[in-house]
């Protein structure tokens, strides 16, 4: 066995001793160097010496968002700036870009998760990896290329859009492996369909990484259909490592998260608690394996909950649910709580529904009003309008039943909506103006 394969494999104890090393050097990195952190240390009274257990780790206070954007650029930088060899930032989702840094091992270590997490699900040397994730500042890019090469795959770094080209690359040089959006790979079977390809047998796909946006587990096996492959969800944030942080393995039942790299908490959203193992909330991470810029009890924002139970694949690394989205994407539509996520979970198990959709949110009289915009496939929408019509009330009956809320609905024919090559843009929100 490779000293790959056997981090994946060691015991729970041994795991923790080296996450306890591993945490004890990062903190007496982060207070020598970094200003912010050394400054948040003496607020608390704490040194890195009183950090004695894993246990101890939640005498140190969170570090946001917010503290990322107040100490931006070098605030957290835990190396001299001659040894940072790269910088990244993330894509924006939420406000400002937040710059992050590595150095030279750092970058290695980023790789090897990814060539890690690949080798997991079964891509191995031979395989042609087209790597639909954007190239440039977003870590998606450059972060899954270097762990793809790693691993020995031919990697074609197409990047995101220009999606006929990518069409052609993947049918000319017989692509096996793709790292995409889960919107982006609907996006491209209906342009593969448009140019009269058939995406089932026209290419030579067998595995789909999907990540960087919330999707639910019917996308996912659309996906799995539309292009008989094996999807796995991938899971990542720049300030972490990029992708590479979770990633599922063939059992496709939750995500192993790098334990050996990450220390992992779940803490009520609202108060910060702790919250047991099987309880949702939201995923505070630890970077214990980063020289230029760990970041010590990183509020992510995104909801998940660990799983109680070792996976049937035996790591060692504890798994997490699916990303249910960012505490901050939820909406609350008349005192009910709306999740964006939940709305694509109960459209993408309807039949009738096609690929894509969209939320728009407005405020009328003080109220707010959602109407979900949704494609209908070409049988349907060509149907009689009075097929439609049913279409429209089973699809507001479903999501009145599960999620309490009745929102307006507005069926649209295939490919109406406009679509982008990365992160989708689920949310029109007009009630600001
Ligand atoms: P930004 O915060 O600007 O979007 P990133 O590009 O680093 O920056 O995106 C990281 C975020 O993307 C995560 O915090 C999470 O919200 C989302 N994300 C990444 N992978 C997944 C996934 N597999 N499922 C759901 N959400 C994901
Ligand atoms: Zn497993």
């Given at each position: 066995m490779n000293q790959n394969s056997n981090i994946e494999f060691i015991s729970r104890e041994s795991l923790e001793k080296l996450q306890l090393s591993r945490l004890k050097e990062t903190l007496r990195r982060v207070y020598s160097f970094s200003p912010f952190y050394k400054n948040l240390f003496k607020k608390e009274g704490l040194t890195p010496s009183k950090i004695k257990s894993l246990k101890d780790l939640p005498l140190i206070p969170f570090t946001t968002r917010k503290d990322l954007r107040e100490n931006f650029p070098y605030g957290l930088l835990s190396i001299p700036l001659n040894d940072v060899v790269r910088l990244h930032t993330s894509t924006g989702t939420t406000g400002k870009p937040k710059a992050v840094f590595f150095s030279r091992n750092d970058i290695n270590s980023s790789a090897e998760l990814i060539a890690r997490s690949m080798k997991m699900t079964g891509a191995e040397k031979g395989d042609v990896f087209q790597n639909m994730m954007g190239y440039g500042l977003f870590t998606g890019g450059l972060i899954s290329h270097y762990g793809a090469e790693r691993l020995g795959l031919l990697v074609i770094p197409a990047g995101a859009g220009n999606t006929e080209r990518q069409i052609e690359l993947m049918f000319d040089f017989k692509t096996t492996v793709v790292h995409i959006t889960p919107s982006y790979a609907l996006y491209l079977?209906?342009?593969?369909?448009?140019?009269?390809?058939?995406?089932?047998?026209?290419?030579?796909?067998?595995?789909?990484?999907?990540?960087?946006?919330?999707?639910?587990?019917?996308?996912?096996?659309?996906?799995?259909?539309?292009?008989?492959?094996?999807?796995?969800?991938?899971?990542?944030?720049?300030?972490?490592?990029?992708?590479?942080?979770?990633?599922?393995?063939?059992?496709?039942?939750?995500?192993?998260?790098?334990?050996?790299?990450?220390?992992?908490?779940?803490?009520?959203?609202?108060?910060?608690?702790?919250?047991?193992?099987?309880?949702?909330?939201?995923?505070?991470?630890?970077?214990?394996?980063?020289?230029?810029?760990?970041?010590?009890?990183?509020?992510?924002?995104?909801?998940?909950?660990?799983?109680?139970?070792?996976?049937?694949?035996?790591?060692?690394?504890?798994?997490?649910?699916?990303?249910?989205?960012?505490?901050?994407?939820?909406?609350?539509?008349?005192?009910?709580?709306?999740?964006?996520?939940?709305?694509?979970?109960?459209?993408?198990?309807?039949?009738?529904?096609?690929?894509n959709y969209q939320i728009v949110l407005d405020r009328k009289k003080d109220l707010d009003k959602m109407k979900v915009r949704v494609e209908i496939k070409r049988d349907f929408f060509d149907g009689s309008l009075d097929h439609l019509k049913k279409v429209e009330i089973k699809i507001k009956a479903k999501l009145k039943d599960e999620l309490m809320v009745t929102p307006e609905i507005e069926l649209l024919e295939p490919s109406s909506l406009p679509r982008t090559t990365g992160k989708a843009k689920r949310i029109i929100d007009k009630r600001e103006i």
């Amino acid at each position: 066995m490779n000293q790959n394969s056997n981090i994946e494999f060691i015991s729970r104890e041994s795991l923790e001793k080296l996450q306890l090393s591993r945490l004890k050097e990062t903190l007496r990195r982060v207070y020598s160097f970094s200003p912010f952190y050394k400054n948040l240390f003496k607020k608390e009274g704490l040194t890195p010496s009183k950090i004695k257990s894993l246990k101890d780790l939640p005498l140190i206070p969170f570090t946001t968002r917010k503290d990322l954007r107040e100490n931006f650029p070098y605030g957290l930088l835990s190396i001299p700036l001659n040894d940072v060899v790269r910088l990244h930032t993330s894509t924006g989702t939420t406000g400002k870009p937040k710059a992050v840094f590595f150095s030279r091992n750092d970058i290695n270590s980023s790789a090897e998760l990814i060539a890690r997490s690949m080798k997991m699900t079964g891509a191995e040397k031979g395989d042609v990896f087209q790597n639909m994730m954007g190239y440039g500042l977003f870590t998606g890019g450059l972060i899954s290329h270097y762990g793809a090469e790693r691993l020995g795959l031919l990697v074609i770094p197409a990047g995101a859009g220009n999606t006929e080209r990518q069409i052609e690359l993947m049918f000319d040089f017989k692509t096996t492996v793709v790292h995409i959006t889960p919107s982006y790979a609907l996006y491209l079977a209906d342009v593969m369909e448009e140019k009269g390809f058939n995406p089932k047998k026209d290419f030579n796909l067998r595995i789909l990484y999907l990540g960087a946006e919330p999707y639910s587990e019917k996308t996912r096996e659309k996906i799995e259909r539309i292009f008989t492959v094996d999807a796995y969800n991938s899971y990542g944030l720049s300030e972490m490592n990029g992708p590479g942080v979770a990633f599922e393995c063939k059992y496709k039942e939750g995500m192993h998260l790098w334990e050996d790299n990450f220390i992992m908490e779940i803490v009520d959203p609202s108060t910060g608690e702790p919250l047991k193992e099987g309880e949702e909330g939201e995923l505070v991470l630890t970077s214990i394996n980063k020289e230029a810029m760990p970041i010590i009890r990183y509020r992510t924002g995104d909801l998940t909950y660990i799983y109680p139970e070792k996976c049937n694949c035996s790591r060692v690394h504890r798994r997490i649910s699916r990303i249910k989205g960012r505490a901050d994407d939820m909406l609350i539509i008349r005192g009910v709580n709306v999740f964006p996520s939940e709305v694509e979970r109960i459209l993408m198990d309807l039949p009738e529904v096609g690929r894509n959709y969209q939320i728009v949110l407005d405020r009328k009289k003080d109220l707010d009003k959602m109407k979900v915009r949704v494609e209908i496939k070409r049988d349907f929408f060509d149907g009689s309008l009075d097929h439609l019509k049913k279409v429209e009330i089973k699809i507001k009956a479903k999501l009145k039943d599960e999620l309490m809320v009745t929102p307006e609905i507005e069926l649209l024919e295939p490919s109406s909506l406009p679509r982008t090559t990365g992160k989708a843009k689920r949310i029109i929100d007009k009630r600001e103006i």
